[in-house]
T-cell receptor
Framework: GQSLEQPSEVTAVEGAIVQINCTYQ??????LSWYQQHDGGAPTFLSY????GLEETGRFSSFLSRSDSYGYLLLQELQMKDSASYFC??????????????FGGGTRLMVKP | ETGVTQSPTHLIKTRGQQVTLRCSSQ?????VSWYQQALGQGPQFIFQ???????GRGNFPPRFSGLQFPNYSSELNVNALELDDSALYLC????????????FGSGTRLTVV
């Protein structure tokens, strides 16, 4: 089976840097994704790592270490609008049965002034 | 380009009833997946449709079924509703099964009483 662990809640102040960790145990692996979801909103794709290393997209960066089954999302220059839930998700390898995302339980980020 | 749209946004049903939820995928996207998100949890994969056929299914009973139409829109049907079916149902579309990221709709909030 698949399981992903991430902290349930993180609090940080505006302008700071925050790192949200994700560890996973999966029977198959084809990449680690990150999604942002505001209350009552749709999950929004942030980043995807298929290979080890750091991917940077503006204020957000994501890191993957496949040997450690570990990844993190780094948010810099935090803004109030970054207050949301963040989910890591593992993608199964493509196969005849399709490919699905298995999500972690989510990390609720609260940004304070 | 339009994103993923879902209808209705909210729905209240009685235990034992049947429900149909609808999803219009983003323009150019031919793959549609459905997820169930309980309050405070990450989305859980229900199934995926590609070229009008189900090609991947999560750990959900057969009373959860779906359709994909030639225009790539999709329906999720749930029979014999149970109280535990109360959740946010999310539709996600992608351009093929190898996409890096999925575009999610804002979901249908289903309450079973």
């Amino acid at each position: 089976g698949q399981s992903l662990e991430q902290p349930s809640e993180v609090t940080a102040v505006e302008g700071a840097i925050v790192q949200i960790n994700c560890t996973y145990q999966t029977s198959g692996f084809y990449g680690l994704s990150w999604y942002q979801q505001h209350d009552g909103g749709a999950p929004t794709f942030l980043s995807y790592n298929a290979l080890d290393g750091l991917e940077e997209t503006g204020r957000f960066s994501s890191f993957l270490s496949r040997s450690d089954s570990y990844g993190y999302l780094l948010l810099q220059e935090l803004q109030m609008k970054d207050s949301a839930s963040y989910f890591c998700a593992v993608r199964d390898p493509p196969r005849d049965a399709g490919n699905m995302l298995t999500f972690g339980g989510g990390t609720r980020l609260m940004v304070k002034p | 380009e339009t994103g993923v749209t879902q209808s209705p946004t909210h729905l209240i049903k009685t235990r034992g009833q049947q429900v149909t939820l609808r999803c219009s995928s983003q323009s150019g996207h031919n793959t549609v997946s459905w997820y169930q998100q309980a309050l405070g949890q990450g989305p859980q994969f229900i199934f995926q449709y590609y070229r009008e056929e189900e090609n991947g299914r999560g750990n959900f009973p057969p009373r959860f079924s779906g359709l994909q139409f030639p225009n790539y829109s999709s329906e999720l049907n749930v029979n014999a509703l149970e109280l535990d079916d109360s959740a946010l149902y999310l539709c996600a579309s992608s351009a093929g099964q190898g996409a890096r990221g999925y575009t999610f709709g804002s979901g249908t909030r289903l309450t079973v009483v």
